[in-house]
């Protein structure tokens, strides 16, 4: 089981940018692939954007598609979400989370962080 705490949440405004963090220990991130995720109040969570396990390849949700950005620093066992241009559709609390097996659904997911706070007001 790998250990995951985001970091980087806050409020900020439409149109900004903000960097989230995900830091892994316990096990060797490059035996993961790592996601994204977000929960809305009285939302399910829903996939945000996954990276494999060398980083060579992502995917995004279409709602992000263009605006976030995800990164992987292996030896420093780190995941970044770099989102730009938030709106306030965009609120919600951000999981990190760790999968053997190449996934964009939560059931894919065994290991997940507690979460940040991301608020854009408009």
């Known amino acids: 089981q790998v250990h995951l705490v985001e970091s980087g949440g806050g409020l900020v405004q439409a149109g900004v940018s903000l960097r989230l963090s995900c830091a892994a220990s316990g096990r060797t991130l490059s035996d993961y692939v790592m996601g994204w995720f977000r929960q809305a109040p009285g939302k399910e969570r829903e996939f945000v954007a996954a990276i494999t396990w060398s980083g060579s390849m992502s995917d995004y949700a279409d709602s992000v598609v263009g605006r976030f950005t995800i990164s992987r620093d292996n030896a420093k066992g780190t995941v970044t979400l770099q989102m730009d241009n938030l709106k306030p559709e965009d609120t919600a609390v951000y999981y990190c989370?760790?999968?053997?097996?190449?996934?964009?659904?939560?059931?894919?997911?065994?290991?997940w962080g507690q979460g940040t706070q991301v608020t854009v007001s408009s």
């Open positions: 989370a760790a999968s053997s097996m190449w996934s964009t659904s939560t059931q894919g997911y065994n290991d």
